[in-house]
């Protein structure tokens, strides 16, 4: 029933000619690279649903025309709308292939409905790392050399359905767990400069989605961050949440004249030289960031 279409996650940024050369029909799912949209059949996206609301791409998905059989799914971003466009397409077509009407039906539109209008309050559940959180459910949904995008798609058919989701218990329990993580971690980070930077000194994953929500600019600190499994050692991450609040550029320069080895991605990322200690202070790292404002 999975080879009903095909899907894909793509970098725009990246070489993706190879996926669309091969002659096979591509639909985008929220394609927001121009480029890219061009080279797509079709791109579903969110549409104008009156009173000057638009609807998303999940709910544009219950009404839309249907990809070909075969066709390739495609999107640069596999986040819940996505996902969730992807299943409710899955699920009209084998609708039709039944000899049934390809409308959706009430509980489960409900919940497309649900996940349409609810950014954040449905949406947390739906765990863009499903693969990693429940792995036990792999083999409830796939076959082993099916790709774990393909299985976040059936997860969300699943819970579309049921309104559940084979590994559930673990997963909110697991969300659970994060959140009380993240919500200890709030006390560890020190504001600065007005509100535009903070620092926060954890070896906690959540370190910089924390940072983040209470100043543009972060400072992490990992006291003993691992590279490759080599030893512990003091690392680094300078973050800014969009390009424009500091020249990270210029702050890498500054670093790198008193430790060679500063760098990443910029505009958004730097981060200190890798697999060794930084010896960098907290104040220099201050300093340079304060040196460098662009907004």
Not at 197 to 202: F, G, L, Q, R, S
Not at 211 to 236: C, M, Q, S, T
């Amino acid at each position: 029933m999975d080879d009903i279409y095909r899907v894909a996650l793509v970098d725009p940024t990246r070489h993706w000619d190879e996926l669309l050369a091969a002659g096979a029909i591509v639909w985008g799912i929220n394609i927001t690279d121009a480029g890219l949209a061009k080279r797509c059949e079709r791109n579903l996206g969110p549409r104008r649903a009156g009173a000057g609301r638009s609807n998303s791409v999940i709910e544009a998905a219950l009404t839309h025309e249907l990809p070909p059989v075969g066709a390739t799914l495609l999107t640069i971003k596999a986040d819940v709308y996505a996902l969730g466009t992807m299943a409710v397409l899955f699920m009209r077509r084998r609708r039709l292939a039944r000899g049934a009407s390809a409308a959706i039906p009430r509980n489960v539109r409900g919940r497309v409905m649900m996940i349409a209008t609810h950014t954040k309050a449905v949406v947390d559940w739906i765990l863009m790392d499903l693969p990693v959180i429940a792995p036990e459910a792999r083999e409830l949904v796939l076959e082993d050399d099916q790709d774990d995008l393909l299985f976040a798609v059936r997860m969300v058919g699943i819970w579309l359905e049921s309104g559940t989701f084979p590994g559930a218990a673990e997963a909110r329990s697991s969300l659970a767990d994060d959140r009380s993580e993240q919500i200890d971690l709030v006390r560890k980070v020190s504001v600065w400069h007005g509100g535009r930077i903070a620092t926060i000194e954890t070896t906690s994953r959540f370190a910089l989605s924390v940072g983040k929500r209470l100043a543009p600019v972060v400072i992490a600190i990992n006291p003993e961050f691992r590279f490759h499994g080599g030893r512990p050692h003091r690392k680094v991450t300078i973050y800014q949440t969009a390009p424009g609040y500091v020249d990270l550029a210029a702050v890498a320069d500054d670093l790198n004249a008193i430790e060679p080895g500063w760098g990443g991605g910029l505009p958004r990322t730097i981060g200190s030289p890798q697999g060794k200690p930084t010896t960098s202070s907290l104040g220099q790292l201050m300093d340079a960031v304060a040196r460098h404002p662009l907004g």
